[in-house]
């Protein structure tokens, strides 16, 4: 689906990270990036000084690669400062770990992570070591939705937050598979393949 905010970016972005970290055991260079958000159907708008920006009509995306720290800094079209998201990849040291998390530049208005949970994959045996909830989004009649897979509610359930929403942190309400956020308006869809 078109990409309407910078949350509806950040966190498929941050899944498919944790996913290149999880099989290759490094932080994503630019060109795995610039795959990754032209497959989420963002343009490459200039290339320069080691920055690369994309955007669409909605949201533009700056991939700032440095060194072994890679930053997506996702802003909205309309200028929105407040919407702004950055995801960041990394490895830390003393965790001996990747971590690859969503921050929000107003992080007042959010009372939990995005995502509920940063990723932590282990350095070593390359295993995922938290719950992060993340996902992409899909629209029908009624808006856009999260899209949450099988594999991610397990973890998500057994960590006991389903009554969080992934997206804002507010309070879902769920329906058999579906949730709904009364704070943020998104609904949570959990899709078993
Ligand atoms: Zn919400």
Redesign the pocket.
């Known amino acids: 689906m078109r990409i309407y905010e910078p949350v509806n970016l950040a966190m498929p972005l941050a899944k498919r990270l944790g996913e290149t970290i999880g099989e290759r055991g490094d932080v994503p260079d630019g060109e795995t990036v610039r795959g990754i958000l032209k497959d989420l159907g963002l343009e490459e708008a200039c290339l320069g000084r080691g920055v690369t920006v994309f955007r669409n009509r909605d949201v533009i995306a700056l991939v700032l690669p440095q060194g072994d720290v890679l930053m997506v800094d996702i802003i909205p079209a309309s200028g929105e400062l407040s919407d702004a998201l950055e995801v960041i990849a990394y490895r830390d040291r003393q965790l001996n770990a990747f971590i690859v998390e969503i921050l929000p530049a107003n992080d007042i208005e959010y009372e939990g992570n995005i995502g509920i949970e940063p990723i932590i994959i282990d350095a070593e045996t390359l295993e995922l070591e938290s719950s992060p909830v993340l996902g992409h989004f899909e629209e029908d009649e009624k808006g856009p939705f999260l899209v949450i897979d099988r594999e991610t509610y397990e973890l998500w359930r057994e960590s006991g937050t389903t009554d969080t929403?992934p997206?804002?942190g507010?309070e879902l309400a769920w329906k058999g598979s579906e949730a709904y956020?009364r704070?943020?308006g998104?609904r949570v869809k959990v899709k078993y393949h």
């Open positions: 929403c997206v804002c507010g956020c704070d943020c998104y």
